[in-house]
């Protein structure tokens, strides 16, 4: 048989060395492999949709009890016990069963009720359940016109606002979005001085920060590109954010459909009130938008905290170091035998 022509002899040669070294970490590209591969994969993807599973906390609207940030070794990784509430198709909002509900004070995982919402994802404290009225006075939660006090230590952390105001990394974030897009805004008199200062401010930094993804930067990053703006600029973020911003009308006012939670609904709040987008602007969460409840930060190490107690338990340590010790013994026990197989033949 001639040989292949020489223009095609390299095509090859890089063909079946990416085979070769795609199974380093795949095994042999065999049926048995790939029906092994299909376990895993559709045993991970059950045990993070249905059973449990990690998130990170995307903003500081659970501060001080959340440490909210991107970066691995600051922001909070917590876990999420995802069977509590009954089981749901992975990655959707369809329950198949509903086998509990929050209690109050319990911190949850669930979907943002706005479809739009720059975080699909969120974490906040059940404080309103289904049927009760609720309302916020003077800090406190009150249902049914009682107070509802905190249970230590959350007394003497838990203070609830009727206002909202942008933190400091929130209010730079914003401006730098603004700059990203650089376009004028409606309803702003360029004229003046501090809409002037505002607009060159974006100007200036739309180079720097039109190709990155504003909603994804770190604090240290948003601190960076934000050094050397001027502080009448990010002022006029704020007055610019009291036209804009939700109106807050659940919990706040008296109506019943702001103030009474529905049936199969919960009202949630942010820890850190005064600068969270939580249930006073978007309203009531439906039980089928919740993913589970939050019972442990296991990330960063300093950080670690057990919310229920699940950890001291031999079904929750069974959990937690058990699959993980499962997954590592079955991978040895078939390496081994590969090994012995290949002994037994030659």
């Known amino acids: 048989m001639a040989d292949a022509p020489p223009e095609q002899r390299p095509t090859t040669n890089a063909i079946d060395g990416l085979k070769r070294f795609l199974q380093v970490f795949t095994g042999p590209w065999t049926k048995r492999n790939l029906i092994s591969w299909v376990i ?30 991107p970066r691995f070794f600051r922001g909070d990784r917590v876990l999420v016990n995802k069977w509590l509430y009954g089981p749901r198709i992975p990655f959707t909002t369809y329950r198949l069963s509903k086998w509990s509900a929050p209690e109050r004070w319990d911190i949850v ?10 975080h699909p994802i969120l974490i906040k404290r059940v404080v309103g359940l289904p049927g009760e009225h609720v309302q916020i006075r003077d800090g406190n939660i009150e249902v049914a016109g009682q107070v509802v006090t905190p249970p230590p230590p ?40 501090e809409v002037h200062t505002l607009y060159n401010e974006m100007n200036r930094l739309h180079p720097e920060v039109q190709d ?12 960076a590109l934000c050094a050397d703006v001027h502080p009448v600029a990010l002022r006029t973020i704020d007055d610019l954010f009291a036209y804009v911003r939700p109106d807050m009308l659940y919990g706040v006012r008296d109506e019943p459909e702001y103030a009474v939670v529905p049936e199969d609904h919960y009202f949630m709040l942010g820890d850190n009130s005064a600068h969270s987008l939580d249930g006073r ?42 699959i993980p010790l499962v997954l590592i013994l079955l991978e040895l026990c078939l390496f081994t035998r590969d090994i012995l197989r290949k002994k037994a033949k030659v």
Not at 40 to 67: A, H, N, W
Not at 109 to 118: C, S
Not at 297 to 318: A, E, H, I, K, L
């Open 40 to 69: 895993l994969i559709t045993s991970v993807l059950f045990v993070k949709g249905c059973i449990i599973d990690q998130y990170t906390i995307p903003t500081g609207s659970m501060e001080p009890t959340l440490r909210g940030d």
């Open 109 to 118: 995982v669930f979907r943002a009720v706005d479809p739009e919402a720059a």
């Open 154 to 193: 959350l007394d003497n952390i838990l203070h609830y606002t009727d206002e909202f105001s942008l933190d400091v990394t929130e209010r730079k974030r914003q401006f730098l979005a603004l700059a990203h897009q650089n376009e004028p805004l409606p309803n702003l008199d360029r004229y003046r001085l």
């Open 212 to 223: 990155k993804d504003i909603a994804s930067l770190s604090v240290a990053e948003i601190e």
């Open 281 to 322: 602007m978007y309203g009531w969460v439906p039980h089928h938008h919740l993913y589970g409840r939050t019972f442990a930060v296991w990330w960063p190490w300093p950080r670690r905290q057990d919310f229920t107690g699940f950890s001291y338990t031999w079904w929750g340590r069974g959990l937690l170091y058990g």
